[in-house]
Every structure is written in structure tokens, then in C-alpha cells.
T-cell receptor, first 113, second 113 residues
Framework: KAGVTQTPRYLIKTRGQQVTLSCSPI?????VSWYQQTPGQGLQFLFE???????NKGNFPGRFSGRQFSNSRSEMNVSTLELGDSALYLC????????????FGPGTRLTVL | AQSVTQLDSHVSVSEGTPVLLRCNYS??????LFWYVQHPNKGLQLLLK??????LVKGINGFEAEFKKSETSFHLTKPSAHMSDAAEYFC???????????FGAGTRLFVKA
């Protein structure tokens, strides 16, 4: 079975731009969660989608948004990028949700200049 | 309220000696507890999880963890460290509904030859 894939792997943007990250979950997994990882804040939960609906949301500003498609693929969008948005963005998929085993992708490293 | 504390930010052991990574948690409900490992520039990989079955949980690569409710601890151990165990380890607590998932700050494990 193919693992979780994330594209692109690396991204460089400038302040004020917007960015879209993509995540393809493991086949059959309906839950996709997004996390932000930074040296200062560690791993923080952004949001979770299940069957195209946002089920949970972390404590991030509205500039961070996401969606899930009918094939469970998910996208995350960050608008009006700030320097502090530089991070590794990890996507995880699971069959039923975050109490289930989550399988993580390799991440997208976003650098904001 | 839920919280998770990894008591050591860095642990250094010699190859072939035991590993102990400490994790204390706080949860209002019966939690699900996980240990994940992250190798450099990689996503997270599940080592093991506790979901109210046996209190001693065996994971991959020889790791195991014991759930001690009285001490609110879920320490990760391995009898004999290998060089390939050098990585960052995250203790994670999730409530039964999966509505809140909190990652510990991580413990970086160094293994000396």
C-alpha cells in the first residue's frame, strides 16, 4: 500500500503571498489531519477532515484553511503569509481519526522570506 | 484539560545500553496514548499505542511502554539502544473522541558508539 504523500516537499514564498499544500492519504483512509512543526512551538494541530467535513480545528488564525475532496485528498491553504509561517507542515491520515493510528507523510517544508 | 510533558529534551546513551524516555500526561478522560519517532527530515512513524487494553504495550523495533495510571506516566523503554534509534521521540495524548490531540515537546535521543 502506498504511504501518505505530500506535495510539494519544499516551497519558498515571500511575505504576503499565499500557498496551497496537498496531501494524498493512504487508500481507504477517510481522516486527514494537518500539523505545523516549528523548533519553537513543536508540533501543533491545525485541523482534521473526515469525509469532506472539517471535524476539528486547532488554535490557528483564519489565514489557515483546508478542504478535503471526495477521494479523501486534502489541501491546506495559507493566505497572506508571514515570516512565522515558516515551518514543516505534516499531514497524517487514518482510518477513523486521531485516536486511531495516524500515518504521517514526509511533510512540506515552507520557507517564507 | 489535557496535557503531556516529556521530562527530558535530550537523552544520550551508549550503544547497547538501555533507553528510557519519560512522559507524563494529564487527561480528564481515559486517554489514548502514543509514541511516535521522527528521523531527520522525515515524517513521524508510530512506535506504539495504548488504548486501555494491556498496560504494557509492545511496539516496533524493540520498544515498549508501560501505562501507569497512578503515576500518570507512559514511559518508553528499550533494553538495548542501536545507532539507528537516534531520532526525536514524541509522546502524544488523545481523548477518547479524538477531539483533542496534544503532542509533547519531543525528546531527542543521541546514541554514542
Amino acid at each position: 500500500k502506498a504511504g501518505v504523500t505530500q506535495t510539494p516537499r519544499y516551497l519558498i514564498k515571500t511575505r504576503g503571498q499565499q500557498v496551497t499544500l496537498s496531501c494524498s492519504p493512504i487508500s481507504g483512509h477517510r481522516s486527514v489531519s494537518w500539523y505545523q512543526q516549528t523548533p519553537g512551538q513543536g508540533l501543533q494541530f491545525l485541523f482534521e477532515y473526515f469525509s469532506e467535513t472539517q471535524r476539528n480545528k486547532g488554535n490557528f488564525p483564519g489565514r489557515f484553511s483546508g478542504r478535503q475532496f471526495s477521494n479523501s485528498r486534502s489541501e491546506m491553504n495559507v493566505s497572506t503569509l508571514e515570516l512565522g509561517d515558516s515551518a514543516l507542515y505534516l499531514c497524517a491520515s487514518s482510518v477513523t481519526g486521531r485516536t486511531d493510528t495516524q500515518y504521517f507523510g514526509p511533510g512540506t517544508r515552507l520557507t517564507v522570506l | 484539560a489535557q496535557s503531556v510533558t516529556q521530562l527530558d529534551s535530550h537523552v544520550s546513551v551508549s550503544e547497547g545500553t538501555p533507553v528510557l524516555l519519560r512522559c507524563n500526561y494529564s487527561s480528564s478522560y481515559s486517554p489514548s496514548l502514543f509514541w511516535y519517532v521522527q528521523h531527520p527530515n522525515k515524517g513521524l512513524q508510530l512506535l506504539l499505542k495504548y488504548t486501555s487494553a494491556a498496560t504494557l504495550v509492545k511496539g516496533i523495533n524493540g520498544f515498549e511502554a508501560e501505562f501507569k495510571k497512578s503515576e500518570t506516566s507512559f514511559h518508553l523503554t528499550k533494553p538495548s539502544a542501536h545507532m539507528s534509534d537516534a531520532a526525536e521521540y514524541f509522546c502524544v495524548v488523545s481523548d477518547t473522541g479524538g477531539f483533542k490531540t496534544i503532542f509533547g515537546a519531543g525528546t531527542r535521543l543521541f546514541v554514542k558508539a
